[in-house]
């Protein structure tokens, strides 16, 4: 056995010391990072767990419907708003994939299908379908989507609009009555002119009919007396006597004037009834309900009907000019809507030239042509003008530069309503102050207008 000696033992022994020490030192080290590492697990822990809770808390407080889906769809959780929508227990799932309870058109399809495949498309958009609840009601809702980042599962955003579409629906039927209100109206103003109109070509329509009378008795008188020298020639042959009672009569009578006048007489009476039958036919077709579906719409004859209608209005105040395209095509749209814009315009224009006190000649300009696929309508006068801070707000509601009670500042705001919205159409306007107003509208020929449902 080799022999250690003692300095050797003794260093072998520091060392061995000093490593024990080392080791103690490392070892306690190491048991405070653990304990540190252990503390903010702890903290990290309790943290996520407050998150869980105030997530959850978000989840289900959300008034919208919220669910999550797997990556084959499922439903994996639902929360209140959810199953209160479907007509189920709340913390309870549906059995069943979300594509089977989502409805709709088929632009809803294509919709919820890009955001399901094997490569989804996710923005911010939405659209609006139905979910089917456990009553088999189809419920309309506002539908958006979008991925959690987390084994393919997907939240998806359900708002039921009922509420909403019933808003709509009686705010749709509320302006309805309002422009039908406001043709009535209208229509009210410009009775008395109407009534003018149509009394003038029966006045005469009347006259012509009493002169026939006239004149039928006074033919019957010289019948009377031909049937007289017919039986006497007959019968005695005293033909001198009643030869020269027939040329007294047919003096009297002024057969040649009757001859020559009855035509005359006859065309006026057939062209006052004209006057009256397209007067009455124009107020007929100006003051029918607005139709609910759209029909091929002849622009020139709306044009026409409305100046028959308001022809009253602006006699006195200016002359019209009309530069209407032949055969202009027809567009898809609600005549009844086209006639309030065309009357709006033209009594607008009317107001402007009558405010124009240095303007002795008003004109009103209506010209139609056909632009590509648009049919294009101008109406312009050389009124008073627009300046440019007001040309900003013309189609603004209730905004007016009319005295109080004298304009309602709905006119401009129905007709860019009409134009824009219900026929997918524009409207501009080009003005300077005491250079008159020009209002251009284009409308699709080929567009299919929103329907008034």
């Given at each position: 056995?080799?022999?250690?000696?003692?300095?050797?033992?003794?260093?072998?022994?520091?060392?061995?010391?000093?490593?024990?020490?080392?080791?103690?030192?490392?070892?306690?080290?190491?048991?405070?990072?653990?304990?540190?590492?252990?503390?903010?697990?702890?903290?990290?822990?309790?943290?996520?767990?407050?998150?869980?809770?105030?997530?959850?808390?978000?989840?289900?407080?959300?008034?919208?419907?919220?669910?999550?889906?797997?990556?084959?769809?499922?439903?994996?959780?639902?929360?209140?708003?959810?199953?209160?929508?479907?007509?189920?227990?709340?913390?309870?799932?549906?059995?069943?994939?979300?594509?089977?309870?989502?409805?709709?058109?088929?632009?809803?399809?294509?919709?919820?299908?890009?955001?399901?495949?094997?490569?989804?498309?996710?923005?911010?958009?939405?659209?609006?379908?139905?979910?089917?609840?456990?009553?088999?009601?189809?419920?309309?809702?506002?539908?958006?989507?979008?991925?959690?980042?987390?084994?393919?599962?997907?939240?998806?955003?359900?708002?039921?609009?009922?509420?909403?579409?019933?808003?709509?629906?009686?705010?749709?039927?509320?302006?309805?009555?309002?422009?039908?209100?406001?043709?009535?109206?209208?229509?009210?103003?410009?009775?008395?002119?109407?009534?003018h109109e149509i009394n003038t070509p029966i006045q005469y329509v009347?006259?012509?009919?009493?002169?026939?009378?006239?004149?039928?008795?006074?033919?019957?008188?010289?019948?009377?007396?031909?049937?007289?020298?017919?039986?006497?020639?007959?019968?005695?042959?005293?033909?001198?006597?009643?030869?020269?009672?027939?040329?007294?009569?047919?003096?009297?009578?002024?057969?040649?004037?009757?001859?020559?006048?009855?035509?005359?007489?006859?065309?006026?009476?057939?062209?006052?009834?004209?006057?009256?039958?397209?007067?009455?036919?124009?107020?007929?077709?100006?003051?029918?309900?607005?139709?609910?579906?759209?029909?091929?719409?002849?622009?020139?004859?709306?044009?026409?009907?409305?100046?028959?209608?308001?022809?009253?209005?602006?006699?006195?105040?200016?002359?019209?000019?009309?530069?209407?395209?032949?055969?202009?095509?027809?567009?898809?749209?609600?005549?009844?809507?086209?006639?309030?814009?065309?009357?709006?315009?033209?009594?607008?224009?009317?107001?402007?030239?009558?405010?124009?006190?240095?303007?002795?000649?008003?004109?009103?300009?209506?010209?139609t042509r056909e632009v590509a696929d648009d049919i294009e309508i101008?109406?312009?006068?050389?009124?008073?003008?627009?300046?440019?801070?007001?040309?900003?707000?013309?189609?603004?509601?209730?905004?007016?530069?009319?005295?109080?009670?004298?304009?309602?500042?709905?006119?401009?705001?129905?007709?860019?309503?009409?134009?824009?919205?219900?026929?997918?159409?524009?409207?501009?306007?080009?003005?300077?102050?005491?250079?008159?107003?020009?209002?251009?509208?284009?409308?699709?020929?080929?567009?299919?207008?929103?329907?008034?449902?």
């Open positions: 056995m080799q022999k250690i000696s003692y300095e050797a033992l003794v260093s072998r022994l520091d060392r061995e010391k000093r490593a024990r020490l080392e080791a103690e030192t490392l070892l306690e080290k190491k048991s405070l990072e653990v304990y540190q590492a252990n503390q903010s697990l702890a903290a990290s822990t309790a943290q996520i767990d407050r998150e869980r809770t105030l997530l959850s808390a978000v989840f289900d407080a959300r008034p919208a419907a919220l669910i999550l889906t797997s990556s084959n769809h499922d439903c994996v959780r639902l929360n209140p708003s959810a199953c209160g929508l479907l007509g189920i227990e709340v913390n309870t799932v549906p059995d069943t994939s979300l594509l089977n309870l989502l409805t709709g058109s088929a632009e809803t399809r294509r919709w919820i299908e890009a955001r399901t495949g094997p490569n989804p498309e996710f923005d911010y958009s939405t659209i609006d379908g139905a979910i089917s609840n456990t009553s088999g009601e189809e419920i309309p809702v506002r539908i958006s989507c979008s991925p959690i980042g987390h084994d393919d599962m997907c939240l998806w955003i359900l708002i039921d609009i009922r509420r909403h579409l019933a808003i709509e629906a009686e705010k749709s039927a509320l302006e309805q009555s309002l422009n039908q209100a406001q043709k009535m109206e209208a229509l009210g103003t410009l009775a008395s002119g109407v009534a009347g006259d012509n009919v009493r002169f026939f009378q006239e004149v039928h008795a006074e033919f019957s008188g010289l019948l009377k007396t031909y049937d007289a020298l017919r039986d006497a020639a007959e019968k005695h042959g005293i033909l001198e006597e009643l030869a020269a009672e027939v040329a007294r009569h047919r003096e009297e009578c002024d057969i040649d004037f009757l001859l020559e006048d009855t035509p005359t007489a006859l065309e006026q009476s057939l062209h006052g009834l004209r006057q009256v039958a397209t007067i009455v036919s124009a107020i007929r077709e100006f003051s029918h309900p607005g139709e609910t579906e759209t029909t091929p719409v002849d622009i020139n004859s709306v044009i026409e009907t409305t100046l028959s209608v308001s022809r009253n209005s602006w006699k006195t105040i200016t002359e019209i000019e009309k530069e209407l395209q032949p055969d202009l095509p027809t567009v898809m749209g609600h005549a009844g809507d086209l006639h309030q814009v065309i009357l709006n315009l033209i009594s607008n224009a009317a107001d402007a030239i009558n405010e124009d006190k240095s303007n002795d000649e008003g004109l009103i300009r209506i010209s101008l109406v312009s006068d050389n009124g008073s003008g627009i300046s440019d801070d007001v040309k900003s707000r013309i189609f603004d509601p209730f905004f007016t530069t009319k005295d109080p009670g004298k304009g309602t500042g709905q006119g401009l705001a129905i007709v860019y309503k009409i134009v824009h919205v219900k026929h997918g159409g524009r409207i501009t306007v080009e003005s300077t102050p005491e250079s008159g107003t020009t209002f251009k509208i284009r409308l699709n020929k080929n567009a299919e207008p929103a329907s008034l449902n």
